[in-house]
C-alpha cells in the first residue's frame, strides 16, 4: 500500500514515475505481443495542463472510500482507504486549481459484445435503464436479443488468423460474444416519420433507416443488421422498409453524456466534444454531431444494389475505403456504455471495424488521441479500457486494410 506521504507527493505530481512509467511499459509489451499497433506519445500533449481542478471534480470521483479536497491556495489531503490499490476522488473549490493526477487504481474492463447499436433520440439524457423505457426501441431490441439469445449456443472457436485477441485482457473478437450492446444516442432520426429511427451499428460501420420503432421494426433490424453471423453485408428482408448505408466518416466518437445513470458523464461529455471538434478542425478535419441523410450524400442503399453478395462486399469495402481518407469525423453522445465505473469514456469506431474503448479522458488528453489514434490509427495504452478487433497482425495502424 502506498504511503500518505508518497500519494501525497503522487498528487502534488513530485513523485518519481518510475513505477508508472514500468507499468505503461509492459502494457505496450503485452498489446504489441497481441498485434495490437500502440503508440508511445504522451497521453497529454501540453506539459503543464490547466483548469484541471473542477474538471476532475467530476470526472474522477471514483469512490467514497478516497478522496482529495483541492482549495484554491492550499491543498488538503484527506484519505480513508478501504483497499490496497489507491484511487482518487478529487474535489475542486476553484477552477483554476492546477495540479497533476496519476491514478494507480487499474480501470475496470469493458463489457463484452460483438456488436453495438446507437438508436437516435436527439436528446443526450434519459432514463437511468434506457431499455426499460416503455415503448422505446431500445427496450424492444433488448426483447428481442434476449429472446433470441437463448437460441444462439455460445461461441468457442479462436479468431480465424489463428491468435486469441483476448490474450490481452480486455480486447475482444466479436466472434468472441453474443451480446448485444444498446445504447440510445443523441443524433437525430432521419426518417419523416416520428415512430422511426436512425441506428448506427458498430463494427460493422453502418447505419440503418427507417427502423419503425416497435417490436417488428426491431425484429427486423435484428434479422437484417445485428443477429449473430449476419456479417457487414446484411440480410435483406422482403417485406422491410428498413434501409442501410456504409457510415462516410474517416471515424465515429461515442462520447457518454448519460447523466441521471452517472453525474460525471453529463458534465465531462460536453467538454471532451467541444475539445474533439476544436483539435478535429485544427487538423483539417470536419467534426459532426449529427448524421446526414444518407439518400442525399451516400447514394442508394444497401438494400437497392443489384448485385451479388460478393459485388456488394466489395462494393461495402469499397465505400469503407472511401470513408477513412475523408477527414470527417462523427462525434455522438450515449447513452451509458456499462462495465466501467470512472467517467470520460470515449469510444472511437473506425471504417476498418476496430472499435478503441478508452476510460478517464479529459480534455488535455484529446489533441494526442486525434493525432495518435484517430489520424495514426495506433493505440494509447495508458487511456485503453478495451477494444474491438484491435489486434491486427501484419498492420501498422488501425487504420490499415
Partial sequence: ????????????????????????????????????????????????????????????????????????????????????????????????????YILVSPLSIAQLHTIQIVISTGRSDWEREVTEATGSLAAYMLQVSTSSNLNTPKPSSPPSNGKSSSSSTGLFNPSQSTRTSILNGSHNTLCHEEDHETVLIFPDFKVASEVRRSMQGAQDLWDSSVAPGIGRGGAFLEKSTLRTWVLPYACVILLCSHKKRDNRCGIAAPKLEHAFITSLESQGWDAVKHVECPSLTMGPPLEEMDVTPEEREENIASHLRDSTESKRALIIKTSHVGGHKYAGNCIIYTPSGSGVWYGRVTPHDVDSIVENTIIKGLVLPPLLRGGLNLSRPNCKSLNDW
Wanted: aromatic share 6%; net charge negative; hydrophobic share 35%.
Fill in 1 to 100: 500500500m502506498y504511503s500518505f506521504r508518497k500519494l501525497q507527493a503522487i498528487v502534488l505530481g513530485h513523485a518519481d514515475d518510475c513505477d508508472h512509467d514500468h507499468e505503461k511499459d509492459a502494457l505496450c509489451s503485452t498489446l504489441k505481443a497481441s498485434d495490437v499497433p500502440v503508440s508511445l506519445a504522451d497521453c497529454r500533449s501540453c506539459s503543464d495542463p490547466c483548469d484541471l481542478g473542477g474538471y476532475f471534480a467530476n470526472l474522477l470521483s471514483l469512490s467514497d472510500n478516497e478522496h482529495v479536497l483541492l482549495q484554491k491556495d492550499t491543498m488538503k489531503l484527506i484519505l480513508a482507504a478501504s483497499t490496497s490499490t489507491w484511487t482518487l476522488k478529487c474535489w475542486a473549490l476553484s477552477s483554476r486549481t492546477t495540479a497533476r
